[in-house]
């Protein structure tokens, strides 16, 4: 079958403002770029985070959408590695310039010239997309396409977190049972860490949620855990968060702060930091933990409860994540 001139896509052209449904030329792939037929692409946190002006540089307008599944149908000159035909995934990291101090520490998630796909690139909340082949991945077979995509940042970048949290830690409290801690948690159980998770006060059903996944307790974000935590993951954006996991925590833990905005952290007294307790973030991703993460996936059957929506449906799945009360992650079904 051949490539379409048109595309279905959903455009944010103006933050605050719903995406729009629209018809846009079928991308051109650059010669290190691949063009992708796409089956499914997830929706991330950070896509409410962008549609919602809360971070402030996209493209405008823009194609969000950083966990795309798709099929490769044309390649530029310079694409090595991968065939037509090939399944890949694409992720938040779509460039880094391999210059600067940070890519030349292997740190290239910290990059001082990166592009994002849905961000700075048009990304998958649309049939087709372009992508610069070395920063996809090869997925799995054992996981279908809308399984596998929420794998490609709500999974990835909670990878990076959980590492970060220690390979000692051994009581894990996630803060925000969705998307990406409900695919963590799975992981963290499989290599045998006690997860503590903590929900909004009465939200009786994602405690469920997390305890049929594993987790030894589950209770409100208001409440201590019956042990005290040797790490925290913080999922959920919530500021006030920090000084309750702090509270939660032994002496010695680390509160790792998993996504990219969150709100305003209210003070709190030195001493539930003192005794060593460390308070870090996680921005984006190196290929590194892509091709770590997708090892331990092939390995281990992360089971992603997905919420699928059609294409045309982005801003209900958007306000879904912006409600932050859906039981997993919402994924956009592209191709029927
Ligand atoms: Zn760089
Ligand atoms: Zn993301």
């Known amino acids: 079958m ?19 449904a629209v018809e846009l030329a079928v991308p051109a792939p650059g010669p290190a770029q691949v ?8 929706v991330c946190r950070t896509d409410v985070h962008i549609a919602d002006g809360e971070l402030r540089r ?19 000159n310079e694409v090595q590695g991968f065939s037509l035909g090939d399944r890949i995934g694409v992720p938040w990291l779509g460039f880094s310039d391999g210059t600067c101090a940070y890519c030349l520490q292997g740190r290239e998630n910290l990059c001082d010239h990166p592009l994002f796909t849905g961000y700075d690139i048009d990304g998958g909340y649309a049939e087709y ?17 809308e399984a596998v995509a929420p794998l490609l940042c709500a999974g990835l970048v909670g990878y990076r977190s959980y590492r970060m ?6 009581r894990l409290g996630f803060y925000g049972f969705g998307a990406a801690a409900h695919l963590l948690a799975q992981v963290a159980v499989h290599e045998g860490k006690e997860v503590y998770a903590f929900t909004r006060p009465g939200d009786i059903e994602a405690q469920n949620f997390a305890r049929r996944l594993g987790a030894v307790w589950a209770g409100s974000s208001q409440e201590l855990p019956p042990e005290k935590l040797d790490a925290a993951i913080l999922f959920a954006p919530v500021g006030a968060l920090v000084p309750a996991a702090l509270r939660a925590t032994a002496k010695g833990g680390t509160i790792v702060c998993g996504g ?17 307790r460390a308070i870090c973030s996680v921005a984006n991703l190196t290929r590194r933990d892509g091709i770590e993460f997708f090892e331990i996936a092939s390995r281990t059957r992360i089971q992603a409860e997905t919420i699928v929506f059609p294409l045309e449906q ?11 009360r859906l039981e997993g992650a919402a994924v956009l079904r592209i191709r029927s």
């Open 2 to 20: 051949g490539i379409p001139k048109r595309m279905r896509a959903m455009v944010l052209v103006s933050p605050g403002a719903p995406l729009q």
């Open 35 to 42: 063009l992708i037929e796409i089956a499914a692409c997830g």
């Open 58 to 76: 996209p493209k405008l307008p823009l194609v969000p959408g950083h966990e795309i599944v798709g099929t490769i149908v044309q390649s530029g």
């Open 129 to 145: 997309a372009v992508a610069d082949h070395r920063y996809c991945y090869r997925l799995p077979d054992s996981y279908d396409d």
């Open 165 to 170: 949290a220690g390979t000692n830690a051994r």
């Open 260 to 276: 990219i905005h969150m709100s305003v952290i209210p003070a709190f007294p030195y001493e539930i930091l003192w005794e060593e």
């Open 314 to 324: 982005a801003n209900a799945a958007l306000e879904g994540v912006r409600q932050g």
